[in-house]
């Protein structure tokens, strides 16, 4: 059973930092696609940044670019994603997601396009 388990989420100032971290188990982490999502209230859930292990591939969106850093421990089975800067709007519930198989060619960076979400992680940030 697939399974992601996301954790590192809180309240900090505007200005500060987290690091989320997503656990994987129950499929070839090496061979996985992971991305990161977020959702704030009466939002669509939105991608924010994604991770290729096989070819070291990420991508980030532009309203997070500079400031977020996805990142990977194959050991650990655990993506990262490193959070600076933070402002108000970035406050959401944080989703980490991974892609059934192995995936070629461009990076998925749709929410359809994954099959599997953990419970998500609240990231509050204050003004």
């Known amino acids: 059973e697939v399974q992601l388990a996301e954790s590192g989420g809180g309240l900090v100032q505007a200005g500060g930092s987290l690091r989320l971290s997503c656990v994987a188990s129950?499929?070839?982490?090496?061979?996985?696609?992971i991305g990161w999502f977020r959702q704030a209230p009466g939002q669509v859930r939105e991608g924010i940044s994604c991770?290729?292990?096989?070819?070291?591939?990420?991508w980030h969106a532009d309203s997070v670019k500079g400031r977020f850093t996805i990142s990977s421990d194959n050991a650990k089975s655990t993506v990262y994603l490193q959070m600076n800067s933070l402002k108000p709007e970035d406050a959401a519930v944080y989703y980490c997601?991974?892609?059934?198989?192995?995936?070629?060619?461009?990076?998925?960076?749709?929410?359809?396009?994954?099959?599997?979400w953990g419970q998500g992680t609240q990231v509050t940030v204050s003004s």
């Open positions: 997601a991974a892609v059934e198989g192995v995936v070629t060619g461009m990076l998925p960076l749709q929410r359809r396009e994954y099959d599997y």
């Open positions: 129950g499929f070839t982490f090496r061979a996985q696609v």
């Open positions: 991770f290729r292990n096989t070819d070291v591939s990420t």
